[in-house]
């Protein structure tokens, strides 16, 4: 009786499956706890991720410091001294031309021929008429001195003398109309004659043989001829407003063209505008440079050398660090706080890939380069490693 007591109760198939099932869902609470967990921290890292996409990532440089030079270098054009368009003052055709594009020509020197009928026949009229008005002015002080005296001896009335003066007063003054008359038409004719107003170089003719000729400059008319002078050349020149306190009047500088590489051609600054344009922060400088054997061509593009010390740092920074608002251009400066400051500058010479910054940044600071448009200020950033300044 005591063996059987001590023995355990018999299994039953119930128990089995009940076990089974708990091991089953201990199973699935642990999956379950494992599939929370890795969504929980999925999330976090989505979120992680979402917030740091959110800053911006930038890029950044520091402005390059130019050191000092000793001359200032500016790019200049090429001006003749003097260059006027030459129009006729008479209507007719023209005869002939003496001078073409080129021609070297002197002062009063003859460049045309126009045939002016109408004006020749216009002045011969006018003369015949001014000798009728002789005869009748004649006959008139002829007839004045006459009554004058019958006036005199009682034999006629005061009435009838003064009408007989005042006749030869107004033939007088038909005269003198008729002499001006023909002087106009004789200046108008003496216009046939196209001369040269000042020494210098032809550089155009709009006009053939046979062409029809209008007077005046306006409307579709042509100038006959263009006349330029090339001895000396104006150089024309804009002075940054940080330099323009240098230049000076007399002052030595040379010009330096691509088609004469090392050659200087030496002139002197002979005047200045004297103000600041506010549009392009220069001051307009003129620089005369005497070309006497022509080998500087009116028009060209050239490189003007002022030989003054420069004490100013010059700033530059590419061109693609540029921001172009409303209030003007502007680089986007990263502080060590990691936050965006947009300063608006002052621009200066374009040297192509780079651009002169006369005011507005200091150098050592962070720019960013090829910032967004959508860039604010104060705007969180974060700074690409491997191209921080």
């Known amino acids: 009786m005591s063996n059987l007591a001590q023995q355990p109760p018999p299994v039953t198939r119930t128990s089995h499956r009940t076990r089974g099932a708990v091991i089953v869902l201990l199973v699935l609470l642990v999956a379950g706890g494992f599939s929370v967990r890795r969504r929980l921290f999925e999330r976090k890292a989505l979120a992680q991720e979402t917030e740091r996409l959110a800053v911006p990532t930038v890029s950044v440089i520091q402005p390059n410091a130019q050191p000092a ?19 006729s003052r008479t ?25 002016t009928p109408e004006i020749d026949q216009e002045l011969s009229q006018a003369k015949a008429a001014r000798q009728q008005i002789a005869a009748q002015n004649e006959l008139a002080k002829t007839s004045a001195e006459r009554w004058t005296s019958l006036r005199k001896a009682g034999a006629i009335s005061q009435q009838d003398a ?16 008729a002499e001006a008359n023909v002087r106009r038409l004789e200046q108008l004719e003496s216009f046939k004659h196209i001369y040269a107003p000042f020494s210098g ?21 042509k100038e006959l001829f263009d006349l330029a002078q090339f001895d000396p050349l104006r150089v024309y020149v804009n002075v940054p407003q940080s330099d323009a306190g240098l230049i000076r009047r007399g002052m030595r500088a040379y010009v330096e063209v691509r088609e004469a590489p090392g050659q200087k051609f030496y002139g002197a ?27 500087l061509l009116p028009g060209s593009y050239a490189q003007l050398h002022f030989a003054v010390p420069i004490q100013t740092t010059r700033i530059s920074i590419p061109v693609n660090a540029l921001l172009f608002r409303p209030e003007g251009p502007s680089v986007a400066v990263v502080g060590t706080d990691q936050k ?3 300063k608006t500058v002052v621009l200066g010479r374009d040297f192509g890939n780079t651009v ?8 050592g600071e962070n720019i960013v380069v090829n910032p967004a448009d959508s860039l604010e200020d104060g705007q969180q950033v974060r700074v690409k490693t491997g191209n921080g300044a």
């Open 356 to 363: 002169e910054i006369l005011g507005g940044l200091t150098a």
């Open 91 to 115: 209507n007719g055709y023209l005869l002939h031309w003496n001078k073409d594009i080129g021609s070297h020509v002197k002062k009063g020197e003859l460049l045309a021929e126009i045939d």
């Open 340 to 342: 965006v400051r947009l």
């Open 162 to 177: 003064d009408q007989t003066t005042n006749q030869y007063a107004q033939t007088q003054a038909n005269l003198a109309a």
């Open 269 to 295: 600054v002979v005047r200045t505008a004297d103000a600041i344009d506010p549009a392009t922060r220069t001051m307009l400088t003129e620089v005369d440079v005497p070309n006497h054997d022509g080998r």
């Open 201 to 221: 170089v032809i550089t155009r003719r709009n006009i053939d043989v046979g062409a029809l000729i209008t007077a005046g400059s306006a409307g579709q008319t």
């Open 69 to 87: 030079q000793e001359e200032l270098t500016l790019p200049a054009q090429l001006q003749a001294y003097v260059e006027s368009s030459i129009y």
